[in-house]
């Protein structure tokens, strides 16, 4: 019998009890919110670096999508004599589908058109500089050219894409199998 009422003692104790006050209450939110508080900056600087590099992630993505499909263009011209000017920012081609395949650097942006009546789109946002090379077959620069030439065997292109944070350079050559 001792047993079964210190039982029923401890279950009276338990039973009593109401709860939280409304003390504990506020003082369990004044604590959580000043934890809060304190590591909110170190939340905000994780997000803010992940959305930077998201960003640069995505421009480089964009960049190499463009650049890859001018290549791809570059790499059907029958021959080295089908390009019919190239600068130091802007070449003009054909291909065996398109006359007069056109890009060029313009306003901040890689920039294709076609032939005289056709659309211009930007292929490439965000460019701060864009450079083309011409060589020949000894590997000497050829300088550029308002004329189709005969000899051209590689083309380098240089990229600097970027935003308010970060610049990204791209490099790339191509020698089509077509000029040889």
């Known amino acids: 019998m001792a047993k ?25 939110i004044v604590v959580v919110g000043v934890i809060s508080v304190t590591l909110l900056p170190f939340f ?5 670096s992940y959305l930077t590099v998201r960003a640069g992630k995505d421009l480089m993505q964009s960049s190499r999508i463009g650049l890859e499909r001018m290549l791809a263009e570059l790499g059907t011209v029958p021959a080295s004599s089908d390009i019919d ?22 306003d901040g942006a890689l920039v294709r058109s076609e032939g005289l009546f056709g659309g211009v789109s930007k292929v490439v946002i965000g ?7 011409f060589y020949d077959e000894a590997g000497t620069q050829i300088p550029s050219f308002y004329w189709p030439r005969n000899d051209i065997r590689r083309i380098q292109l240089e990229m600097t894409v970027g935003d308010d944070d970060r610049d990204y350079e791209l490099c790339t050559q191509i020698a089509p199998r077509n000029f040889y």
């Open 4 to 28: 079964s009422a210190q039982h029923t003692q401890e279950k009276n104790r338990w039973q009593k009890q109401d709860g939280f006050s409304l003390m504990e209450l506020v003082i369990v």
């Open 85 to 106: 000017f190239g600068l130091s920012d802007e070449i003009q081609f054909d291909t065996p589908m398109y006359s007069n395949v056109n890009y060029e650097f313009r």
């Open 44 to 48: 905000r600087i994780n997000i803010n």
């Open 127 to 133: 460019v701060k500089s864009f450079q083309i090379s």
